[in-house]
């Protein structure tokens, strides 16, 4: 099986402008969660979405927005870019959001905004 | 909000059983304990997880003590390739899917 899919894995943006990432989960799975990490806050969890659905939300700004699709692809998007937003986006999918759910991570989006 | 505590790093000697340690003293009755470790730059990738028993697979033991209040991961031969951060994850259920990283241990093996 292939596992979680992100495009693009690079990208350089400048500030105010927008940007959109997309997560293809593993066959299969349908939940996916996405993730932040720079060097000063670690990993930190963006929000979760099952089923088209956002079931769970951290704690960003509202330039964050995300959304998934009925064959369970992702998509997260990034408005008005500030020079913090520069980090490792990543995403990751599970079967779904029961109890004893193991999540597989991606290989990550970099994103450098200048 | 992270729920373990690990410490910041740990060398290991190539060949040798590394055993990285975590505290959740506060976890709850039905919360899981998971394993992740980071490859620089990479995606975190799952290692092992478990609630009450020890458990095994192909790349590592779990370890969890009687009380759940602690645990070790286990990896029995370690290799210059699992140098990397590795990170104990207590999972709440009521967060859904959603994973609290803290720092981690940066496991260094060397030759």
């Known amino acids: 099986k292939a596992g979680v899919t992100q495009t693009p894995r690079y990208l350089i943006k400048t500030r105010g402008q927008q940007v959109t990432l997309s997560c293809s989960p593993i066959s299969g799975h349908r939940s996916v969660s996405w993730y932040q990490q720079t060097p000063g806050q670690g990993l930190q969890f963006l929000f979760e979405y099952f089923s088209e659905t956002q079931r769970n939300k951290g704690n960003f700004p509202g330039r964050f927005s995300g959304r998934q699709f009925s064959n369970s692809r992702s998509e997260m998007n990034v408005s008005t870019l500030e020079l913090g937003d520069s980090a490792l986006y990543l995403c990751?999918?599970?079967?779904?959001?029961?109890?004893?759910?193991?999540?597989?991570f991606g290989p990550g989006t970099r994103l450098l905004v200048l | 909000d992270a729920k373990t505590t690990q410490p910041p790093s740990m060398d290991c000697a190539e060949g040798r059983a590394a055993n990285l340690p975590c505290n959740h003293s506060?976890?709850?009755?039905?919360?899981?304990v998971y394993w992740y470790r980071q490859i620089h730059s990479q995606g975190p990738q799952y290692i092992i997880h478990?609630?009450?028993n020890n458990e095994t697979n192909e790349m590592a033991s779990l370890i969890i003590t009687e009380d759940r209040k602690s645990s070790t991961l286990i990896l029995p031969h370690a290799t210059l390739r699992d140098t990397a951060v590795y990170y104990c994850i207590v999972r709440v259920l009521v967060y859904g899917n959603k994973l609290v990283f803290g720092a981690g241990t940066i496991l260094r093996v060397k030759s």
């Open positions: 506060t976890i709850s009755g039905n919360e899981y």
């Open positions: 990751a999918s599970s079967l779904g959001t029961g109890g004893e759910e193991t999540q597989y």
């Open positions: 478990g609630l009450k």
